[in-house]
């Protein structure tokens, strides 16, 4: 097992720099996901890491060495792919054990390092099929054996789970978290999918266009976003977002947003009278009191656990997630408030956190 360090990386294709001086530290054992849209460089920072793609300037360091003029099969990584990419004309134990036969394992250690991987993931009945033989989750399996015999310092996983079923999803996604809880090594794990992310990794890092928007915890960029982009990227469904201006007429802090509802706030940031800004509540923080703010009820999804609701808010569209089941239907005119604790405050211009 390594760290893995990343130190102000960037990479151009010719004048077109799609990577701009990202630096992340990843300790010894971490599962860090990096997160974020389709084009963010995500996954051409994996492939840098893995040594599949030049870098244009910086430095990737795994363990004590850096790597960066490092050929990809001295670096001592293992890379599961989206395509799984396994010979056809292979068995499951020969492709498991194929990087071993390259570098002329001896016989017995192949057999037994194959039998240990094939315990782990529950592959050893299936040892002699082909992979046309096996489930989309069988060969995903498979692939991630062939990565375990190399028993290698770091994993690298390029959105593995990405050709699956919803249901073959949830279920490769515990098996992934309980491999690397058995075996502890270095995971870095790329995905578009947040709900991944939250639910996989010890840390998260956010990109967007090259750049690295936030690094933190799941909990942590869930609680307190960095900026609106995280804020609408983490969370299932997206937090609610109203523009407006910070009001504290008559010494009681509020938010009057555009679309003329008065939100109310628990406190503001100093000299931030009539600033314009961004007000955003996660849908499971709004609660039906008798005295908030009207919303216009448009659609109710009971999904059996909870309810969801899309609502008017002031002809803004907002969604509501209730714990309890309510008897709304559309048309209907609800009361309505936010957790003030879990009410965020972000600068209309650049998007980054307020702090009260």
Avoid: W
């Avoid at 999803?169 to 098996?175: L, S, T």
């Avoid at 509020?254 to 100093?270: C, H, I, Q």
Wanted: net charge neutral.
């Amino acid at each position: 097992m390594a760290s893995v360090g990343i130190k102000d990386i960037r990479k151009a294709y010719g004048s077109t720099e799609v990577i701009h001086g990202i630096n992340v530290e990843i300790l010894d054992g971490e599962f860090v996901t990096l997160v974020g849209p389709s084009g963010c460089g995500k996954s051409t920072l994996l492939r840098m890491i893995a040594g599949l793609e030049e870098i244009t300037s910086g430095e990737i360091r795994i363990g004590e060495r850096v790597v960066n003029d490092v050929p990809p099969k001295e670096r001592d990584i293992a890379m599961v792919f989206q395509n799984y990419a396994l010979y056809p004309h292979m068995t499951v134990a020969d492709n498991m054990a194929f990087s071993l036969k390259l570098k002329r394992a001896p016989k017995a250690e192949i057999a037994a390092r194959v039998d240990k991987a094939a315990g782990i993931l529950g592959l050893r009945s299936l040892l002699a099929r082909y992979p046309r033989q096996l489930s989309g989750g069988q060969r995903q399996r498979v692939a991630m054996g062939r990565a375990i015999v190399r028993d290698p310092q770091v994993f690298l996983f390029d959105e593995p789970l990405s050709n699956l079923d919803a249901k073959l999803r949830v279920a490769m996604r515990a098996e992934i978290k309980d491999l690397h809880q058995r075996l502890g090594t270095t995971t870095v794990y790329v995905t578009h999918d947040q709900i991944e992310a939250m639910t996989m990794a010890d840390k998260i890092v956010v990109l967007h266009d090259g750049h690295v928007e936030q690094i933190g915890a799941p909990l942590e960029l869930y609680d307190r976003p960095a900026n609106l982009f995280v804020a609408g990227f983490i969370g299932s469904p997206a937090m609610n977002v109203l523009k407006g201006r910070i009001s504290g007429a008559g010494g009681r802090p509020a938010f009057k947003a555009e679309n003329g509802v008065e939100m109310p706030l628990a406190s503001a940031p100093g000299a931030s009278e009539g600033k314009p800004a961004a007000y955003g509540f996660r849908p499971e923080h709004l609660r039906l009191v008798q005295d908030g703010v009207p919303a216009e009820v448009v659609v109710v999804e009971p999904t059996g656990s909870e309810t969801q609701v899309m609502l008017k808010l002031g002809g803004s569209d907002i969604v509501a997630v209730f714990r309890d089941r309510i008897a709304a239907r559309p048309g209907e005119i609800i009361k309505i408030a936010p957790d003030l604790a879990n009410v965020h405050l972000f600068d209309a211009e650049s998007g980054e956190r307020l702090a009260a």
